[in-house]
């Protein structure tokens, strides 16, 4: 167990970061009153989870290794940080959603059904605790093992001053998928403003032609008319506008938020892409549609899918 000291010490003090962070979420009223900004901004964690694994295998490097440590090495120091994190994740998961916020699943199933992200079964089916343990536990080992690679490269020995700055870059990038300027393909502000049906849903009766509508994030669906503040409702009457390519009812949810990049849509000076899951059925593999709500264009039906009649 002393081999393995400093690894278990950082995921104590991971798992009491996550504890505190819980606790200034809650606070903040993004698990009640400002739920709707929940998806977006738990992911800041993800900074103090990076900056966490980076002091852990720094400290592994200069008080176990000597200062002298090989990428295998801090690799393996990492992973062995993340299988203890992901051990103690139950613990987190009960303390969080027994005593910091007991409400939390019922708020998030009330919100995901009033906004029509998920249907009541489906956010039953993911917002409960038995859900969030098997989440928390292998979301653990997937993002440690990702991070403990990039940072024990960063980490390993020679050239530590220019790895570092990489290290802050790339980590910046990984983060937030984002870029300094946009890199979207398909913005066009004087698309016209679609009519609304009877239904309150977008008519749209052409066809994209491109493979990328949708699917790709620099070929998002844009759906912005007015104002961002119709975000979820846009998005709403797009999706509710389509079917399947037989004309199936879709079934959808929200499941990420995702590619910040610049835009002076939005007072926070900054657009973000909201990531769609999509099925239908009878199919096997859901598809995911990218959505913008910050940037106008053309509305089509991307390929593979058919208007809801």
Same mark, same amino acid.
């Given at each position: 167990?002393?081999?393995?000291?400093?690894?278990?010490?950082?995921?104590?003090?991971?798992?009491?970061?996550?504890?505190?962070?819980?606790?200034?979420?809650?606070?903040?009223?993004?698990?009640?009153?400002?739920?709707?900004?929940?998806?977006?901004?738990?992911?800041?964690?993800?900074?103090?989870?990076?900056?966490?694994?980076?002091? $852990?295998?720094?400290? !592994?490097? %200069? #008080?176990?290794?000597?200062?002298? &440590?090989? +990428?295998?090495?801090?690799?393996?120091?990492?992973?062995?940080?993340?299988?203890?994190?992901?051990?103690?994740?139950?613990?987190?998961?009960?303390?969080?959603?027994?005593?910091?916020?007991?409400?939390?699943?019922?708020?998030?199933?009330?919100?995901?059904?009033?906004?029509?992200?998920?249907?009541?079964?489906?956010?039953?089916?993911?917002?409960?605790?038995?859900?969030?343990?098997?989440?928390?536990?292998?979301?653990?080992?997937?993002?440690?093992?990702?991070?403990?690679?990039?940072? $024990?490269?960063?980490? !390993?020995? %020679? #050239?530590?001053?220019?790895?570092? &700055?990489? +290290?802050?870059?790339?980590?910046?990038?990984?983060?937030?998928?984002?870029?300094?300027?946009?890199?979207?393909?398909?913005?066009?502000?004087?698309?016209?403003?679609?009519?609304?049906?009877?239904?309150?849903?977008?008519?749209?009766?052409?066809?994209?032609?491109?493979?990328?509508?949708?699917?790709?994030?620099?070929?998002?669906?844009?759906?912005?008319?007015?104002?961002?503040?119709?975000?979820?409702?846009?998005?709403?009457?797009?999706?509710?506008?389509?079917?399947?390519?037989?004309?199936?009812?879709?079934?959808?949810? %929200?499941?990420?938020?995702?590619?910040?990049?610049?835009?002076?849509?939005?007072?926070?000076?900054?657009?973000?892409?909201?990531?769609?899951?999509?099925?239908?059925?009878?199919?096997?593999?859901?598809?995911?549609?990218?959505?913008?709500?910050?940037?106008?264009?053309?509305?089509?039906?991307?390929?593979?899918?058919?208007?809801?009649?």
């Amino acid at each position: 167990m002393k081999k393995f000291a400093i690894e278990i010490k950082w995921a104590i003090n991971f798992s009491i970061a996550t504890l505190i962070w819980m606790i200034l979420e809650h606070s903040l009223g993004w698990h009640d009153q400002n739920i709707a900004k929940y998806a977006l901004y738990t992911n800041i964690f993800a900074f103090v989870a990076i900056a966490i694994y980076f002091m $852990a295998i720094n400290d !592994k490097k %200069k #008080n176990f290794f000597m200062g002298n &440590m090989t +990428f295998r090495q801090g690799f393996v120091s990492g992973v062995i940080l993340s299988i203890i994190i992901a051990l103690l994740s139950p613990i987190v998961n009960f303390i969080t959603f027994e005593y910091i916020t007991p409400n939390f699943f019922e708020n998030m199933i009330n919100y995901a059904v009033a906004n029509k992200i998920q249907t009541q079964t489906q956010a039953d089916d993911y917002f409960n605790i038995n859900s969030y343990l098997l989440q928390g536990f292998f979301g653990s080992l997937s993002m440690g093992v990702v991070t403990s690679a990039i940072v $024990a490269f960063f980490l !390993k020995s %020679k #050239n530590m001053k220019t790895k570092l &700055m990489l +290290f802050a870059v790339i980590s910046l990038f990984v983060l937030s998928c984002g870029s300094t300027k946009s890199t979207l393909k398909n913005v066009d502000d004087n698309a016209p403003i679609p009519k609304l049906s009877s239904q309150n849903t977008f008519v749209i009766t052409e066809y994209s032609k491109d493979k990328k509508y949708g699917y790709d994030a620099d070929y998002p669906v844009n759906v912005y008319y007015k104002s961002a503040k119709y975000d979820s409702i846009n998005q709403l009457r797009y999706l509710n506008a389509l079917a399947g390519p037989k004309g199936e009812t879709l079934s959808y949810k %929200k499941i990420e938020t995702c590619c910040p990049y610049p835009t002076k849509k939005n007072e926070m000076g900054a657009g973000f892409l909201d990531i769609y899951e999509i099925t239908w059925s009878g199919n096997q593999s859901p598809i995911k549609l990218y959505i913008n709500s910050y940037e106008k264009g053309a509305l089509l039906i991307p390929i593979g899918l058919t208007a809801k009649k």
